[in-house]
């Protein structure tokens, strides 16, 4: 048995390194998908914290009239 490990051929060594690089950009393009969609979350969690706000300025404002 030979287990010591040995350089692939340089048609594998392109193929692999093109693979990597594929996966990376792969990878880059997902993280950019995540943070779009963190920063929808984001935007969507503003919203309703505005929408809170108004709805107790709202019921503030009614009160002080009564």
């Known amino acids: 048995m ?3 490990p040995r350089i692939p ?3 594998t060594r392109k193929r ?9 950009l792969d ?3 997902f993280g950019l998908q995540l943070e779009e969609i963190e920063a ?3 935007k969507h969690i503003r919203e309703q914290k505005m929408k809170r706000l108004e709805k107790s300025r709202q019921y503030l404002d009614q ?3 009564s």
Do not use: F, I, P, Q
């Open 9 to 11: 051929d340089e048609e």
């Open 2 to 4: 030979n287990n010591e």
């Open 27 to 29: 990878l880059e393009e």
């Open 40 to 42: 929808g979350l984001d």
């Open 63 to 65: 009160m002080s009239k």
């Open 16 to 24: 692999l390194s093109m693979n990597l690089r594929k996966a990376r």
